[in-house]
């Protein structure tokens, strides 16, 4: 009997404290191509055993890096998520498993875009437009005297049919998440092997 009095105690005795450790979140949705700033992080306190891997300890490894693609607010600042040296080459700021594609556009579009804007992009069909992506990352925006180009970020299979269709770019506002149902969406695959 003395020993259930024993556990009992000791089950209702307050549990030690478990070790912390703080880790990097973004405060805001952070684009792809903008520099991060002090401002656009915070750190939160979580137990060691719950830390992924890649996930920065200190905003002094964040400050002044690019997103390759955009980081939800919230979401843990991933070693994986930011450019290699810094950002001012343009492969840093592709996210992995995709590439910088440039589209022609018009110069009236390209001075309304920016790096680390979002577009969709839609390909002409032989009766119908469907959408080869959407929300594509803007990595970059050129303009020449007379002409102009956007550089997405597009999967392999968007970037065949990217190079073998004219391209039409909508501009979308960040805080648009609306989606393209699949009935209007690119059969990526057919494409890619015709």
């Not at 912390?20 to 405060?27: E, H, K, Q, S």
């Not at 843990?76 to 992995?96: H, W």
């Not at 004219?166 to 092997?193: G, W, Y």
């Amino acid at each position: 009997m003395t020993w259930i009095l024993a556990w009992l105690a000791f089950a209702q005795a307050d549990p030690l404290p478990e070790d912390t450790v703080m880790v990097i979140v973004a405060a805001r949705n952070l684009q792809a191509g903008i520099q991060i700033k002090e401002t656009d992080l915070y750190a939160v306190e979580i137990p060691p055993r719950f830390v992924p891997e890649g996930v920065f300890l200190s905003p002094d490894h964040v400050v002044g890096r690019f997103p390759r693609e955009r980081v939800l607010a919230n979401e843990y600042i991933r070693s994986e998520r930011l450019a290699n040296n810094g950002g001012d080459a343009l492969a840093d700021k592709v996210p992995q498993g995709r590439r910088a594609a440039s589209i022609a556009i018009s110069t009236p579009v390209a001075t309304a875009l920016k790096s680390g804007g979002t577009v969709d992009l839609y390909v002409r069909e032989v009766d119908n437009s469907c959408a080869l992506a959407v929300a594509a990352s803007v990595l970059r925006v050129e303009i020449a005297d007379d002409a102009a180009w956007l550089i997405v970020a597009l999967t392999p299979e968007q970037l065949l049919v990217a190079a073998s269709k004219p391209v039409t770019v909508a501009i979308r506002n960040e805080t648009d998440t609306q989606s393209v149902s699949p009935v209007s969406a690119c059969k990526l695959q057919e494409t890619a092997e015709n």
